[in-house]
């Protein structure tokens, strides 16, 4: 692979944009694409096969063998709330591939100094949502226990079809969030996909704990996820 | 958080070894059969020293992997390399899972 490939190929997945090499196994020969662009005829159809199904494998091109790589932008996880948990399943969801941001209005939760490099939007989520919109490709995690800010991303996630939506907060909590989201005109059938109690039931009994758990609900979603219904969401 | 970080993500590693003049090898599963422990299109980088980030397997040819990348780091030449439990070399290199695996090494650059 040349140089000019691989430093295309990291900005690429840097930016989150859909990008095939093409080796011919014989010569060496890797040629890159990026998803959008129109690409040559001969090799259209094994990049759009790649792209869509996100397997890589040895095609044949012309009837020499070669290695397709699908490189797919990994799933998001928007975090609602910059608490405690959030600051651990930063650090957990950055280590299993998961490309995470937290919004959260509170300017003194939502500083660069408690969460490193992980990107903060200390925005309301109703500004934030709007230049970033929730899609069935995101995990999103309400975690501030207040409804003024997590029962709008909270239905916004519903309504998007994000492959995962969870909430803090005990099983009395929830029932009253239920309620609020049945006001604002949210389906009940949508409304029983939120997972709350939030995360696995591995008996968490601390920030970093509850962090695992969650994150290991979300991968457990991800994995067993009804990819055929088209809206993310397993049930 | 770390000027490091805690898990280093392969291609990065190598477009920073190489921008460090490092020589480079990225190896890369391109078929598999049977219970192979890592998906095809997975990546192991290695630089001229030995070291490396990533893997193509559970850890099982890890170790002959770098030793052919040494060479073709210094050849340029790319090569496929296949593992099994059939191989002549299982008893050292082999996939105890029972899976097969074939591997491009190619030099970066």
């Given at each position: 692979?040349?140089?000019g490939?691989?430093?295309?190929?990291n900005?690429?997945?840097?930016a989150?944009?859909a990008t095939?090499?093409?080796t011919?196994?014989?010569?060496?020969?890797?040629?890159?694409f990026?998803?959008?662009?129109?690409?040559?005829?001969?090799v259209a159809?094994?990049?759009?096969?790649?792209?869509?199904?996100?397997?890589s494998?040895?095609v044949?091109?012309?009837?020499?063998?070669?290695?397709?790589?699908?490189?797919l932008?990994p799933?998001r996880?928007?975090?609602?709330?910059?608490?405690h948990?959030?600051?651990?399943?930063?650090?957990?969801?950055d280590?299993a591939?998961?490309d995470l941001?937290i919004?959260?209005p509170?300017?003194?939760?939502?500083?660069q100094?408690?969460?490193g490099?992980?990107?903060l939007?200390?925005e309301?989520p109703e500004?934030?949502?709007?230049?970033?919109?929730l899609?069935?490709?995101t995990a999103?995690?309400a975690v501030?226990h207040?409804p003024?800010?997590?029962?709008?991303p909270l239905?916004?996630a519903l309504e998007?079809?994000?492959f995962?939506?969870?909430?803090?907060?005990?099983?009395?909590?929830?029932a009253?969030?239920v309620?609020?989201?049945m006001?604002l005109?949210?389906?009940?059938?949508?409304?029983?996909h939120i997972?709350a109690?939030?995360g696995l039931d591995i008996?968490?009994?601390?920030?970093?704990?509850?962090?695992?758990?969650i994150l290991?609900?979300?991968?457990?979603?991800?994995?067993?996820?009804d990819?055929?219904a088209g809206?993310?969401?397993?049930? | 958080?770390l000027d490091?970080?805690?898990?280093?993500?392969?291609?990065t590693?190598a477009?920073?070894?190489?921008?460090?003049?490092?020589?480079?090898?990225i190896a890369?599963?391109?078929e598999?059969?049977g219970?192979?422990?890592r998906?095809?299109?997975?990546?192991?980088v290695?630089?001229?020293?030995?070291?490396?980030?990533?893997?193509?397997?559970?850890g099982c040819?890890?170790?002959?992997?770098?030793?052919?990348?040494a060479?073709?780091?210094?050849?340029?030449?790319?090569?496929i390399?296949?593992?099994?439990?059939?191989d002549a070399t299982?008893?050292?290199?082999g996939l105890s899972?029972g899976?097969?695996?074939?591997i491009y090494?190619?030099?970066?650059g």
């Amino acid at each position: 692979m040349l140089v000019g490939h691989l430093q295309r190929l990291n900005a690429a997945r840097g930016a989150r944009l859909a990008t095939v090499t093409i080796t011919e196994l014989d010569t060496g020969t890797t040629r890159l694409f990026h998803e959008g662009e129109p690409h040559d005829p001969s090799v259209a159809q094994s990049i759009e096969s790649a792209l869509r199904t996100g397997k890589s494998g040895i095609v044949e091109i012309g009837g020499q063998a070669a290695f397709v790589n699908v490189y797919l932008p990994p799933p998001r996880i928007v975090v609602i709330g910059a608490v405690h948990i959030s600051q651990a399943l930063a650090i957990m969801a950055d280590i299993a591939g998961f490309d995470l941001s937290i919004i959260d209005p509170r300017s003194a939760f939502a500083t660069q100094e408690r969460f490193g490099q992980t990107k903060l939007v200390a925005e309301w989520p109703e500004d934030a949502l709007r230049h970033t919109p929730l899609d069935a490709y995101t995990a999103l995690v309400a975690v501030t226990h207040d409804p003024k800010i997590d029962d709008f991303p909270l239905a916004q996630a519903l309504e998007a079809g994000c492959f995962y939506v969870g909430a803090l907060g005990s099983r009395k909590t929830h029932a009253r969030r239920v309620e609020r989201l049945m006001k604002l005109g949210v389906d009940e059938n949508r409304i029983a996909h939120i997972h709350a109690p939030i995360g696995l039931d591995i008996r968490a009994s601390n920030p970093a704990e509850i962090a695992v758990a969650i994150l290991a609900d979300i991968i457990l979603t991800l994995r067993t996820r009804d990819v055929t219904a088209g809206r993310g969401t397993k049930e | 958080m770390l000027d490091q970080p805690l898990y280093p993500d392969p291609l990065t590693v190598a477009g920073e070894w190489h921008a460090d003049g490092r020589g480079v090898a990225i190896a890369t599963v391109i078929e598999t059969w049977g219970s192979a422990p890592r998906p095809v299109g997975s990546h192991l980088v290695i630089d001229s020293e030995g070291n490396f980030h990533g893997s193509v397997s559970g850890g099982c040819v890890e170790g002959a992997v770098i030793v052919e990348a040494a060479e073709v780091i210094t050849s340029g030449t790319a090569r496929i390399l296949e593992f099994g439990v059939a191989d002549a070399t299982a008893w050292r290199v082999g996939l105890s899972c029972g899976g097969r695996i074939r591997i491009y090494v190619e030099r970066l650059g």
